[in-house]
């Protein structure tokens, strides 16, 4: 009985993660003649990526305040009137 031949995968790059996975051969390591990316290290790209996540939190930190603090509010009108 011959063995049965697996099928090769191939990986393709579908631009569904976040790194750039063209340069990764088989194994998981850099191929040899890949070109190294220059990383922008400036305190300027810092601070936009920093202010830009703020802003993505405003939202949602406003939404969990006004709950906390109506639920506070809530709570304190309860006990004030059930003392």
Known sequence: MAKKKKDKVVY???NRTIAD??????NGY??????????DNSYASKKDTFFTAMRMMVKPMLF??????AS???MYLW?????
């Open 21 to 26: 996975m063209s340069h990764v051969d088989r």
């Open 12 to 14: 393709v790059d579908d």
């Open 72 to 74: 506070f509010l809530l």
């Open 64 to 69: 969990v305040l006004i709950v906390l603090t």
């Open 30 to 39: 850099r191929e040899k003649s890949a070109p190294k990316k220059k990383v």
């Open 79 to 83: 006990a004030s009137c059930a003392g």
